[in-house]
C-alpha cells in the first residue's frame, strides 16, 4: 500500500513528527542527535530526520557512518570462535574507515524514518521516486538523501525504481522475512511448539489495552537487557517517555507477558506500514529461566498478528537460525543513496563504499548470515 492509498498515513506523520516538537530527539532516543521534521513530496508527508555534521557516537538510525563502521566493528563478535577471521574483518572494516569519512554522509537527510532499526520502505513508483528526490534536494540541497531499510523480498520494485532515478544501493546486512499473506509458509514444527507454550504457559498474557503508565520503564528495562546488555549500546536507547508516546499515539502496538506478581517480564511493540508489520521493540528478563521461552513468546505474537492479518512480517536481523525455523526467509537490506549534486570526493567514495559491500560484504552476510 502507497502512503496516498492510507487514509491514516497524514496523520500518524503528523502526530510522529509533533512528538519531536514536543520533545527533544535525545529525550526520547538516548543515543540520538538529530531534527525530525516533515516533508510533503507530490502531496504525500514523510517524517525525515535531517543531520549537518557528523556526531561521534550519534546512533546508527541516523547515521551512516555509525551503522557502516562502528556498528559493523561490534558485529564482529559472531565470531569470537574463530579469531583469525574476527581479526581480518575487523582489519578489514578499519581500513574503510578513512573511505567511510570521504563519504560526507554525517550530512545526511533519512526519508521516511520512523526511528526504529527497520523501518518498512513505502511502495514507490519512478515518478514518485525522482519527485522525492527532487522534494528533498529543493530543501535540503548539501545533504546526502537517505532511504533505508529497502529489501529484496520486499522493495524490488521500489529499489528499481530509486536506482533509475539515481541512487546508488548500499547493502547493510540480511534480514528475515516471514509472509503472512496470500501464500503463508507452512506451519513449522518449531512454529507449533512455539503456539503450545502460548496455550501452557502459566505468565499472563498483556494485551495492547492493558499496559499501564509504570509499565513503559518496565518495558524499556526489558529491550535494555536485550538489546544493549547482550548485544550493543550501539542500538537505539529508547526512553520510557519515547515508548509511552509512540504507544499513546497508536504509532506503536504493545503486547507482552506478566508474572504471578503482576510484573512484566516481556513485551514486544510492532509497528505496522501498509502490508509491512515490523516489531522494533522487543524485551524479555534475560535473568530468568531460558526453559520459560519468552522470546519464543513474543515472536510468536508477531507472527500470529501477521498471519490472521494477511502481513509481511519483516523479522530484522540477527537469530538467522530461529526465525528460518519458523518460515522466515533470508533478504539482503539496503540503503538507498542519492549523492549526484556532492563533491567529486563525496561521490567517488560512496561508489567505493557500494562496490567494497556489494563484492565482499554481501557474500560474508550471505555465508554467515548476519
Known amino acids: 500500500m502507497t502512503p496516498e492509498a492510507d487514509p491514516a ?11 519531536f516538537t514536543r520533545n527533544s530527539p535525545d529525550e526520547m532516543v538516548l543515543n540520538l542527535t538529530t531534527r525530525i521534521e516533515q516533508l510533503d513530496v507530490a502531496g504525500i508527508p514523510y517524517p525525515v530526520s535531517i543531520n549537518d555534521a557528523r556526531s561521534p557516537g550519534n546512533c ?50 533519512h526519508v521516511n524514518n520512523w526511528l526504529f532499526s527497520t523501518n518498512p520502505a513505502p511502495a514507490m513508483t519512478g515518478a514518485h521516486a525522482a519527485a522525492l528526490r527532487d522534494g528533498v534536494l529543493h530543501r535540503y540541497p548539501t545533504h546526502a538523501v537517505v532511504i533505508r531499510s529497502l529489501n529484496t523480498h520486499s522493495d524490488a520494485s521500489a529499489m528499481k525504481a530509486l536506482v533509475a532515478a539515481g541512487f546508488q544501493l548500499l547493502p547493510s546486512r540480511q534480514i528475515y522475512i516471514f509472509n503472512g499473506g496470500k501464500t503463508p509458509p507452512r506451519d513449522s514444527v518449531d512454529l507449533k511448539r512455539d503456539r503450545a507454550l502460548m ?4 505468565l499472563d498474557h498483556v494485551p495492547n489495552s492493558g499496559f499501564e503508565d509504570a509499565d513503559y520503564t518496565r518495558a524499556i528495562e526489558l529491550y535494555d537487557m536485550l538489546y544493549l546488555e547482550k548485544y550493543t549500546p550501539l542500538n537505539p536507547q529508547y526512553s520510557p517517555r519515547y515508548l509511552s508516546q509512540m504507544h499513546k499515539a497508536g504509532l506503536l502496538h504493545l503486547e507482552g507477558y506478566r508474572d504471578g506478581a503482576g510484573q512484566l517480564v516481556a513485551v514486544g511493540g510492532r509497528f505496522q506500514m501498509g502490508q509491512t508489520l515490523t516489531q522494533p521493540i522487543v524485551g524479555y528478563d534475560t535473568r530468568r529461566p531460558r526453559k520459560e521461552g519468552l522470546y519464543r513468546l513474543i515472536t510468536a505474537l508477531a507472527q500470529n498478528a501477521a498471519l490472521a492479518e494477511g502481513l509481511v512480517f519483516n523479522m530484522s536481523a540477527g537469530a538467522a537460525g530461529f526465525k528460518r525455523h519458523r518460515g522466515a526467509v533470508p533478504a539482503i537490506e539496503f540503503s538507498a543513496v542519492y549523492a549526484r549534486h556532492l563533491g567529486a570526493r563525496n561521490r567517488a567514495a560512496i561508489w567505493g563504499l557500494a562496490s567494497l559491500l556489494t563484492r565482499i560484504g554481501v557474500p560474508l552476510l550471505k555465508r554467515f548470515e548476519l
Open 9 to 19: 498515513w497524514s496523520a500518524k506523520v503528523a502526530e510522529f513528527v509533533d512528538m
Open 60 to 109: 546508527y538510525i541516523c547515521d551512516p557512518v555509525t551503522g557502516y563502521l562502528d556498528y559493523a566493528l561490534e558485529e564482529t563478535r559472531n565470531f569470537t570462535e574463530q579469531p583469525l577471521l574476527r581479526g581480518g574483518l575487523i582489519g578489514l572494516i578499519k581500513a574503510v574507515g578513512p573511505l567511510l569519512r570521504a563519504t560526507g554522509l554525517g550530512r545526511v537527510v
Open 199 to 202: 496455550a501452557k504457559t502459566p
